[in-house]
């Protein structure tokens, strides 16, 4: 399985960006989530979907970020609103096959990651 993610860029304050996560290999399974390291920073859990189509967020991101996964499972998606300087990182998507569902938020539990693209935002 290959995960190649996609989509960041340089963008203002208040600015959106939309992430894709394009799956090769197989379709999308178990647990998928996205994740984003800040220089200097721990790998962090920013949004997750399950496969009975739960998601979850972390609450930094609440109400501004949504995942979501195209019907035919080979794409995930992450919406970004409201950007914030804080919200600068290296996004990656990330999937479990698994039912990790009292893990999701740890990435040690994923089996399989995409190569990251880089978001900035400036103030």
């Known amino acids: 399985v290959q995960l190649q993610a996609s989509g960041g860029g340089l963008v203002q304050t208040g600015d959106s960006l939309r992430l894709s996560c394009a799956a090769s290999?197989?379709?999308?399974?178990?647990?998928v989530a996205w994740f984003r390291q800040a220089p200097g920073k721990e790998r962090e859990f920013v949004a997750g979907f399950w496969r009975n189509g739960n998601t979850f967020y972390a609450d930094s991101v609440k109400g501004r970020f949504t995942i979501s996964r195209d019907n035919a499972k080979t794409t995930l998606f992450l919406q970004m609103n409201s950007l914030k300087p804080e919200d600068a990182a290296i996004y990656y998507c990330a999937m479990s096959p698994r039912g990790i569902y009292s893990t999701f938020k740890i990435p040690s539990s994923y089996d399989y990651w995409g190569q990251g693209t880089e978001v900035t935002v400036s103030s």
């Open positions: 290999g197989r379709t999308f399974s178990g647990v």
